[in-house]
């Protein structure tokens, strides 16, 4: 049987074919403001009943924020691949940061050619706002 953690109603699914996750983030304008972010991603690869694969990312970034999300992997016309749709469902912040953290997130990531595209909307205080990040590829890596 696969271990589980268990968060509200939902499973994420431990110890399932994994592949690890590793972002960067470097303001262009500030060198020295950076955001990494480690962890790995989970895919349920045959679901029982669902038709849509469904998805876990956890991460750990230098800011002090560790998050468990899950999620649906769903294929579009004019990607590269498939889009992966997030929603926190565990989410540990630095204390210090807890006074400008989001009240609600969710997050998806497209692959458009060499390019990676995050897509991010969140809600603080009443206000929604929605901004892109673009990942360059800057390394391939060899696969056995």
Do not use: C, W
């Amino acid at each position: 049987k696969t271990p589980a953690v268990k968060a509200s109603s939902n499973f994420v699914f431990l110890f399932l074919p994994i592949s690890p996750f590793s972002s960067e983030a470097v303001n262009k304008e500030d060198p020295t403001d950076a955001h990494r972010q480690n962890g790995f991603l989970t895919i349920r690869q045959y679901p029982p009943f669902d038709k849509v694969k469904k998805v876990a990312l956890t991460t750990v970034s230098n800011q002090g924020v560790t998050m468990i999300e899950e999620g649906t992997m769903t294929k579009t016309e004019g990607t590269s691949g498939p889009i992966l749709n997030f929603t926190p469902i565990y989410t540990r912040i630095n204390d210090q940061l807890q006074g400008i953290t989001p009240k609600k997130i969710t997050r998806s990531f497209v692959r458009k050619g060499n390019r990676l595209i995050q897509t991010i909307a969140k809600e603080t205080n009443g206000r929604k706002i929605k901004f892109k990040k673009v990942y360059n590829r800057i390394r391939e890596f060899e696969f056995l």
